[in-house]
């Protein structure tokens, strides 16, 4: 189980720094590991289209075939590395977090680290880049994070009561049935769903 996993419903201060700092290890690790898959494949590629100069239109069929083969490999191990960069974002500035903690903890922004969501905290961290900052530039960014994240779900939630006011003025016009809006508020849930 990694890093990310145990932290799911943990408090901010009671993650460990060593269990931070290995798996930090590990994701750099692992995103080094496949970049030299991605390289190995983009020189494969090359040198399949190196092959196919000249030769016969059946040998540049299969070069074709193997090429395309060899993007999608290359498309799954990119897609791979994105997921494992982000998280890596997501635990360096975890660290960053840690190793200031007792400054923090003097700070409104530690209450905030602490009575955020596992998902949100994991969403705020994966946007900054707080590695290499001083003490009050990661102070800063934190704060800035938080305010937008609680404006924009103020805004979301602004959007969805004027949705639902309209729709109960539909309903009282009688330009819409309850059927209607029942169902279009199913399939509107439906697709935020996918």
Known sequence: ????????????DKMSLNEIMGEELRLRNQIERIRKDINRIEKDKKKKFQEGVGADLI?????VQEMKQLDMEGKLYMKNFTMLHKQYTFITNLLTIKKHEKQL??????????????????SVLIRLNL????????????????????????EREDDEEKKMMELWSQVESGSKTMDEVEKELKEKEAEEFE
């Open 1 to 12: 189980m990694s890093i990310i996993d145990k932290i799911r419903g943990n408090p901010i």
């Open 59 to 63: 040998k540049k069929k299969m070069l």
């Open 105 to 122: 903890k003097s700070t409104p922004v530690w209450e905030k680290l602490r009575r955020v969501e596992p998902s949100q905290l994991e």
């Open 131 to 154: 590695e290499g900052r001083s003490f009050e530039e990661m102070v800063d960014a934190l704060n800035r994070t938080f305010e937008m994240e609680v404006a924009e779900f103020e």
